[in-house]
């Protein structure tokens, strides 16, 4: 178990105009629970094979614990890894998967049976021991690729989407049997997915990445209420947030036919940068239904019913949508949704909606 | 067996009790291989046969008498006898038929064995971690079989004169191992191609190098592969004439080489030839039979999703 350090970690790869992973820093604490997530194509893959060892680092360091590994090759690292696949040796038993590393490594056969019984155990695995991974399920298979990561006792778990292969409902309940084993461990993890359901759940903290880029790290709380940008707004939370271009006013901006006030600190930022309009986030569960006259005026083209909560999509009346096809998501009464067509009045609930600069697309607020 | 795609004749024997059943339970069924019409099988087995009769026909004349064997039209129901095998081991010749097939089991094992440990790392080093202009590696390693070996047989010849190994079986262990090996890469190298890189991943996790990742996880994995192409270089090697005859005579000459040695000036001794024939092919067989588990394994079945 370790501290984790990616220290301006650059991966260039030949041939292509800009790097994989572009300058990450990241501090990921002893017994942590790090989740990367981000579109596909955004470098979290390939900044997790980079800790492993699995990919060159061009720029930057990387250290577990007080050892720098940056050019170490991957048997030297002590890290255990779970692929999206599970990479399993197809010729060998279950038995025999999980000790591979311990025989390796030159581990008396005794202690090795024992390591692996205690895994199998924890993992539910016991009666499958002498099986091949073929004659194995899908999620059989996924808690051998993590018994084989979690016998080594290694200095910090590498999961590369480990969930993406299994249905729906397995997902979800081996979501928690992971984060809950993480806790019990205590082992350092460092964790892929690009479901943010997934990051949001799992993770101590979560890293959002694009482009190569690090967008934000921060508890699943912080990115939700506070997205540094419009991209970390847009991609966590499900439904997402509302994103609407505004015209700035003296005192705030127009959305729809209605003014929205704003905080004098964002009025000084924009004022700064000489805009005249500005990204205006806010979160379908943000909204309440007023009065006529009292808020801005929504037009329902779909309603969802999903039991607990509704959702109502729509347009913004009298308020020109850039793209003009997304619609806007706002959370209603679930026991009373208005009706497919209606024009339903709503207003943002004080404090909770979010300012981004249309240059630049960073947070605005100032608190 | 019978094809498994071959379409089933619309009112076969075997279903027509089962009409009334629910269509989609009937297709769930039908496509068991057992349930094919009898008439695929039996054209298999007439094809099969086809194929078979000149083999089939060998054997049969190996087991009858030289008078029995001369006639025409083939005396095919003639007493058998076992005068070709006698003939065959020495029994009248005193030549002993046992030399020449050391020397081409000696030449076909060991060059077979050079060919895949050289040739697994050099296909692991053109399809799992390609080296730079590897394409261009496979293209050279064809192009050596481009050349008829004929066109190469006086270099070669003068060759082994001058290196003194001339009817020695090293010259033909040093032929046969570079007459195979392209192939061998070649082959290999496709089947490398579908070792998963992730478990390859999984065992440098694992700790371990590239000599254990080659040895424990590469070898056992693509052991199908591995089998299908020893196979085919033990064969060719084993099967070798031009070569063979050319650089080797009295000491170092191989199975092939003493079956030409019945056809002699004197006249054909058809069932003696047929006797030595159908000893030479035995290792063959045996070894087909030897690698026939190892090649109907599924390769890495079970190791990813």
Known sequence: ?367 | MSTATSPRPPAGPADAGSAPAPRTLRRRHTPSLQRQSPLVGLAAWMAGLFFAAPVLWMVLTSFHSETDAATNPPSVAAALTLDGYRSFFGATSGASPWPPLINSATASLVSTALVILLALPAAYALSIKPVRKWTDVLFFLLSTKMLPIVAGLLPLYLFALNTGSLDTIWVLIVLYTSMNLPIAVWMMRSFLAEVPAEMLEAAALDGAGLVTILRRIVAPVAMPGIAATALICFIFSWNELLLAQTLTGVVAGTAPVFLTGFVTSQGLFLAQVCAAATVISLPVLAAGFAAQDKLVQGLSLGAVK
């Open chain 1, 1 to 367: 178990m370790s501290t984790i350090q990616f220290d301006a970690a650059t991966r260039q790869f030949p041939g292509s105009a800009r790097p994989a992973v572009d300058g990450l820093n990241l501090d990921i604490a002893d017994g942590e629970f790090l989740v990367l997530v981000g579109p596909s194509g955004c470098g979290k893959s390939t900044s997790l094979r980079m800790l492993a060892g699995l990919e060159e680092v061009d720029e930057g360091a990387i250290r577990i614990g007080d050892r720098e590994v940056t050019h170490l090759p991957p048997k030297e690292r002590d890290i255990a890894m779970v692929f999206q696949n599970y990479a399993l040796y197809p010729h060998m038993s279950v038995a025999d998967n999980m000790g591979f590393a311990l025989k390796i490594a030159g581990m008396s056969k005794d202690e090795i049976r024992t390591r692996v019984k205690e895994a199998a155990a924890i993992l539910d695995l016991g009666e499958f021991l002498d099986r091949k991974p073929k004659a194995l399920s899908g999620g059989q298979r996924q808690r051998v690729a993590m018994g084989r990561a979690i016998v080594r006792n290694p200095q910090a778990f590498l999961m590369d989407e480990p969930l993406s292969n299994l249905d729906a409902k397995l997902r979800v309940q081996t979501r928690t049997q992971i984060a809950a084993l993480q806790r019990r461990l205590g082992t350092t993890t460092v964790y892929v997915t690009h479901d943010q359901v997934e990051a949001m759940t799992m993770g101590d903290r979560v890293a959002v990445l694009k482009d190569g880029l690090l967008q934000q790290v921060g508890t699943p709380r912080d990115l939700y209420d506070r997205p540094d940008n419009v991209f970390v707004g847009g991609f966590i939370g499900s439904p997402a947030m509302n994103l609407v271009r505004v015209v700035l006013t003296t005192d705030g901006a127009q959305l729809g036919e209605r003014p929205v006030p704003m905080k004098r600190g964002v009025r000084a930022a924009l004022a700064t940068e000489g805009a005249e309009d500005a990204t205006l986030g806010f979160r379908p569960e943000s909204v309440e239904v007023v009065a006529p006259g009292q808020g801005f005026p929504f037009e329902v083209v779909v309603v969802e019913e999903l039991g607990s909560d509704s959702f109502a999509y729509g347009n913004l009346v009298g308020h020109g949508q850039e793209d003009g096809t997304t619609l806007l998501t706002v959370r209603v009464d679930a026991r009373r949704p208005p009706a497919k067509g209606e024009v339903i009045h709503l207003r943002i609930r004080e404090g909770e909606e979010h300012v981004f600069s249309r240059r630049t697309g960073q947070r605005l607020s100032a608190d």
